[in-house]
Nanobody, 120 residues
Framework: VQLVESGGGLVQPGGSLRLSCAAS????????MSWVRQTPGKGLEWVSD????????WYADSVKGRFTISRDNAKNTLFLQMNNLKPEDTALYYC??????????????WGQGTQVTVSS
């Protein structure tokens, strides 16, 4: 399993970025996928999930209405469109594969992360 994030960078408050996550080594279309982020102060924070088909999504309250998760199963790629970015969105963003034991859902593989810095 390999997950490779890209698209991070430095952006001013109010700006936008689009993160990508290229997946390989597994059948991408058969897994839920997730974005999570990590900051030194707040630790690991869940951002968003998307089902296999892409037709249903979930968001943390902190990003709802500003971020959009999507996927292209033909290209084995996960996306996160981030609009109206705020300084508190500054973090290392990871994509993750989601698995289930039949009761709980959890992430079992992560990429190396891509840094997003929101600052004027």
């Amino acid at each position: 399993v390999q997950l490779v994030e890209s698209g991070g960078g430095l952006v001013q408050p109010g700006g936008s970025l689009r993160l990508s996550c290229a997946a390989s080594g597994f059948t991408f279309s058969t897994y839920y996928m997730s974005w999570v982020r990590q900051t030194p102060g707040k630790g690991l924070e869940w951002v968003s999930d998307i089902i296999k088909s892409g037709l249903s999504t979930w968001y943390a309250d902190s990003v709802k209405g500003r971020f959009t998760i999507s996927r292209d199963n033909a290209k084995n790629t996960l996306f996160l469109q981030m609009n109206n970015l705020k300084p508190e969105d500054t973090a290392l963003y990871y994509c993750a594969r989601v698995v289930t034991d039949g009761v709980n859902y959890y992430d079992d593989y992560w990429g190396q992360g891509t840094q997003v810095t929101v600052s004027s």
